[in-house]
């Protein structure tokens, strides 16, 4: 109870404000709940996703035109209007996203402001949507009968938008999409081996962004009861922007934090910069402007969390989850053929860092891949999961060819991966972390999330994640964030994420780097169990005692070219692995 | 439309083209050197414009309190660093640079009416005011986030864009200015006259553009800023300093934005938020070039300022419209030809 106490007594205070407060002090707030819709939206985008967008004034214009336009010239329902704004708005977002989320990170800002530019003039230059006049004459919402005409009536309204967005979202980002929306700042590449669809998945929370938006320009316009284009231009995106960088990009309650400040920081700097200045004009934007500066500078994360400092420190979830074990895959006979590469050759340009290589991986059997720094065999890791396809040669998984397949539909098919350099979420807990392991075991999609039906899913996906993490024994640091382990231990939660998706084919990447003697033990033991169960595991591994005692069998690499392949006490005898390692003998 | 509408168009794109192909170059060469996007280059273009035009109109341009400002905030910033550093001797070259020369160009101005001085050191003295802004802007604003993301840089530049706008509605007022012409030269070319001070823009931004390419390939400084672009760490490694690259090409990137303003002044009447769209259609150019080559930037912000006119002409209100939408096919073909490259971010 003590924990939930600040949002109940926030929410209490929002009830009762209208029946205390003046007039003009519910205005603000109404405007400060109009501006949170959509900052909430660039929290779950930028804050998350680490993708951003300028042209969100544009999404809410496209809103607010939408029902202007229909309501008054066809008389239509506000609450249709309300959907065909939406509707016109993804469709909208669906080709912005398609092109420019493919591209680098910085295409997208770019696109959004050059968008929210020109749709700005074209709500200025159109004729039938009033030219710089705009829309006037907008009807009113009228909800259970009840008609809200004034801004009191209003007031509720919105901040049950605002209130059920911030639930949405926190639903959202606390379950299996959402983890994978939380893998994608991290760049998409391990997100990709875990198999969730990143270009997909940027897309979802881009359009969930505009559609955030287009619901507060819904709202705008009929609280308003008029439009012109002002309030949709490039200067009003960058103040959301501006709203959720400085409440705290990375918390949703930091958008409604930040949408407050500015607005009435703004009210105030109106009323005040002028007479100062002696002149008339937005002077409030330099004000800002510097903030940003600061804040970018001094507090990047916001000011939320310096608030969150200053409340009783919260307890996190401890409990083991507990859910019913998740289907497997039927396993592999021992001895089954796996993976088999043909003459795989990778070049980067003049070099080649893989040259005509060949190997075969069976179920029930640990396969290592040795060979002294920059052979080429991260990147032979890297053809066979489908990050960095070969440049020729055949890669067949389980009798098909991957060699036109991405890494996540691999991944599908029952391969998965560690790093070699540990590519785990700092700041999520090891639990989550493993979770992300098994993205591909459930289904639920962000809809079910955001509306909590994926509650089952959810428990089972967290308990095999916790079983994984018992089975290598990080058991007492499941709930600790994954960047405070060491980097052995990092490494041992790669390989339970990797558990977690229920593979076949394990490709482990220097596991037992960073590992302390007795936990290189417990991981040869892990390894071979998992070997008796049928897995078929392919390694890398600079550690000699390690591998000797490990592998079935032995493929040693130099300068991208197999020099040797056998039984462990083969390859120590071979004349060529000796002068590969030890210099030649003269 | 005839020939001679035709010519007259195509001068028009062609000036502002050149125009922007001066502001593409400019935000090339930052983003390579220093992943900053660089928003705020079209408000040096305005403070250009706008201070060569307080000039002439006999007032003390308002850019020298925000030299002022911006220079006493770096002696502060630095200063303090020195100090505690025991670096005694670097503390009288910094405030000479920052506090006494920004006093001496304030005290100047009011000892001397700049209206009375001649055209050519207006602009002398209009470009000292504005480009020094350059480097201290990275001073104060990016060096510290130098190693940021480029998501990050990129809002500090939305917020340096956002500032120095509401600064120069503060100094400039919201009137426009527009300075007289450097030349009353004028010709016919096929029936349509040609101005000369069209002719200037075209030569000297080509001038600029042979100049920067001198320096890039012929000087030490421009081969240490290429070497920075390509590998940042490995320039280091050979002592190139990133802060010395980053104020460098700031400097270049404020001297090219002033001067494409002075430029364009006595053409177009500059607001003091006119610079924001003018670097934007730079902008269009550099991203047809992918941010990254010189020649394709310079081309493409050159089919920018030619489909402006044109579309000025079929569409006048539509124009601004046409060009910002002509960025979403380039950045489709821009995303079916080049292969995503992953960057590692934070």
């Given at each position: 109870m003590t924990r939930h106490f600040p949002i109940v007594l926030f929410i209490a205070l929002l009830a009762v404000s209208p029946l205390l407060l003046p007039e003009f002090t519910i205005t603000l707030l109404n405007y400060i709940g109009l501006y949170a819709i959509v900052a909430v939206g660039l929290v779950l985008l930028t804050g998350v996703g680490g993708l951003t967008s300028f042209g969100q004034a544009a999404f809410v214009g496209l809103g607010a035109y939408t029902t202007a336009y229909l309501t008054t010239v066809y008389g239509l329902s506000p609450w249709l209007t309300l959907f065909i704004g939406l509707a016109i708005t993804a469709l909208v977002a669906l080709c912005l996203g398609f092109i420019t989320l493919r591209m680098g990170g910085h295409y997208l800002p770019l696109g959004t402001i050059a968008w929210g530019i020109s749709l700005y003039f074209l709500f200025g230059n159109l004729e039938f949507l009033g030219g710089h006049t705009g829309i006037t004459g907008i009807p009113t919402i009228a909800l259970f009968g009840l008609e809200l005409k004034s801004s009191r009536d209003f007031y509720y309204l919105i901040w049950i938008v605002v209130l059920l967005a911030i639930l949405a979202i926190r639903n959202l980002l606390d379950s299996r999409q959402g983890r994978a929306i939380r893998a994608l700042k991290g760049g998409t590449v391990m997100a990709e081996a875990m198999g969730v669809n990143t270009p997909r998945l940027k897309i979802v929370i881009f359009l969930i962004a505009a559609l955030l938006a287009s619901m507060s320009g819904w709202l705008y316009a009929h609280l308003q009861r008029f439009v012109n284009p002002t309030p949709f231009g490039i200067n009003q995106g960058i103040e959301y922007l501006f709203m959720a960088v400085i409440g705290g990009i990375g918390h949703v309650w930091g958008a409604?934090?930040?949408?407050?400040?500015?607005?009435?920081?703004?009210?105030?700097?109106?009323?005040?910069?002028?007479?100062?200045?002696?002149?008339?004009?937005?002077?409030?934007?330099?004000?800002?402007?510097?903030?940003?500066?600061?804040?970018?500078?001094?507090?990047?994360?916001?000011?939320?969390?310096?608030?969150?400092?200053?409340?009783?420190?919260?307890?996190?979830?401890?409990?083991?989850?507990?859910?019913?074990?998740?289907?497997?895959?039927?396993?592999?006979?021992?001895?089954?053929?796996?993976?088999?590469?043909?003459?795989?050759?990778?070049?980067?340009?003049?070099?080649?860092?893989?040259?005509?290589?060949?190997?075969?991986?069976?179920?029930?059997?640990?396969?290592a891949l040795i060979g002294p720094n920059g052979a080429g065999k991260s990147t032979m890791f890297n053809c066979i999961s489908g990050l960095n396809p070969a440049s020729a040669g055949k890669i067949a998984f389980l009798g098909q060819s991957t060699v036109a397949t991405v890494s996540r539909d691999i991944a599908r098919q029952g391969m998965s991966r560690t790093f070699q350099h540990v590519r785990l979420l700092g700041q999520m807990s090891v639990l989550e972390n493993v979770a992300i392991g098994g993205h591909l075991r459930g289904s639920k999609g962000v809809f079910a999330a955001a509306l909590r039906l994926d509650r089952g899913e959810e428990n089972r996906l967290l308990a095999e994640a916790a079983r994984q993490i018992e089975r290598v024994g990080l058991a007492e640091q499941m709930f600790e964030p994954a960047g405070s382990l060491a980097l052995g231990q990092q490494r041992i939660v790669e390989i339970a994420r990797a558990l977690c998706s229920d593979p076949c084919l394990l490709l482990l990447d220097e596991p037992a780097a960073g590992l302390r003697y007795k936990e290189k033990q417990a991981l040869a033991e892990l390894l071979g169990k998992l070997r008796n169960e049928g897995m078929g595991i392919l390694l890398v591994e600079h550690d000699m005692?390690?591998?000797?005692?490990?592998?079935?069998?032995?493929?040693?690499?130099?300068?991208?070219?197999?020099?040797?392949?056998?039984?462990?006490?083969?390859?120590?005898?071979?004349?060529?692995?000796?002068?590969?390692?030890?210099?030649?003998?003269? | 439309m005839d020939l001679q509408i035709l010519l007259l168009l195509g001068q028009d794109g062609i000036t502002n083209g050149a125009i922007y192909a001066l502001l593409a170059l400019a935000l090339v060469l930052v983003f390579a050197v220093t992943r900053v996007i660089f928003i705020p280059q079209g408000e040096f273009v305005a403070y250009g414009a706008l201070t060569l035009a307080s000039l002439q109109m006999g007032k003390v341009p308002g850019t020298v309190w925000l030299l002022l400002a911006l220079g006493t905030t770096v002696a502060v910033l630095d200063g303090y660093k020195l100090l505690r550093a025991g670096r005694f001797a670097k503390l009288p070259p910094l405030l000479i640079f920052n506090i006494g020369l920004p006093l001496l160009a304030a005290a100047?101005?009011?000892?001397?009416?700049?209206?009375?001085?001649?055209?050519?050191?207006?602009?002398?003295?209009?470009?000292?005011?504005?480009?020094?802004?350059?480097?201290?802007?990275?001073?104060?604003?990016?060096?510290?986030?130098?190693?940021?993301?480029?998501?990050v840089l990129l809002i500090v530049s939305i917020a340096v864009h956002v500032t120095l706008i509401g600064l120069g509605l503060l100094f400039f007022g919201a009137e426009g200015s527009r300075t007289p012409p450097f030349t009353d030269l004028s010709f016919e070319l096929a029936g349509a006259p040609l101005q000369g001070q069209t002719i200037l823009v075209v030569v000297a931004s080509a001038l600029l553009i042979i100049g920067l390419y001198f320096f890039f390939e012929r000087t030490i400084y421009g081969k240490a800023l290429r070497a920075t672009a390509m590998n940042r760490t490995g320039a280091r490694l050979m002592g190139i300093p990133p802060i010395l690259a980053g104020k460098l090409c700031f400097t270049l990137a404020a001297a090219i934005g002033a001067f494409s303003g002075i430029l364009i002044a006595p053409i177009t009447t500059i607001y003091y938020d006119s610079g924001f769209l003018i670097g934007l259609k730079g902008f269009v150019g550099a991203i047809i070039g992918g941010l990254a080559s010189y020649p394709v930037a310079a081309l493409g912000a050159?089919?920018?300022?030619?489909?402006?006119?044109?579309?000025?002409?079929?569409?006048?209100?539509?124009?601004?419209?046409?060009?910002?939408?002509?960025?979403?096919?380039?950045?489709?073909?821009?995303?079916?030809?080049?292969k995503h490259i992953e960057e590692e971010e934070e």
């Open positions: 409604v934090l930040g949408a407050g400040l500015i607005t009435i920081l703004k009210q105030w700097l109106q009323d005040w910069l002028p007479q100062i200045l002696g002149q008339s004009g937005n002077f409030e934007i330099i004000v800002f402007g510097i903030a940003m500066i600061i804040v970018l500078q001094r507090a990047r994360d916001g000011l939320w969390p310096v608030l969150l400092k200053l409340l009783p420190e919260r307890t996190l979830k401890r409990r083991r989850p507990n859910g019913e074990i998740l289907p497997k895959r039927p396993s592999t006979a021992a001895g089954t053929l796996l993976l088999k590469a043909e003459e795989v050759t990778k070049r980067f340009g003049g070099l080649i860092a893989n040259d005509s290589l060949s190997l075969t991986v069976n179920a029930g059997e640990v396969m005692d390690f591998v000797m005692e490990l592998a079935d069998r032995v493929v040693v690499m130099e300068f991208g070219q197999k020099i040797a392949e056998g039984r462990p006490e083969e390859i120590q005898r071979d004349p060529k692995v000796l002068e590969a390692y030890l210099g030649g003998v003269e | 100047g101005l009011f000892a001397m009416p700049p209206n009375q001085l001649p055209l050519w050191s207006q602009v002398v003295v209009a470009m000292l005011l504005v480009i020094p802004l350059g480097p201290m802007i990275y001073r104060v604003a990016y060096q510290p986030l130098a190693s940021a993301s480029v998501l050159l089919l920018v300022g030619l489909l402006e006119s044109y579309s000025s002409f079929y569409a006048s209100a539509f124009k601004e419209v046409i060009v910002f939408t002509l960025i979403i096919p380039v950045l489709l073909w821009r995303s079916l030809t080049s």
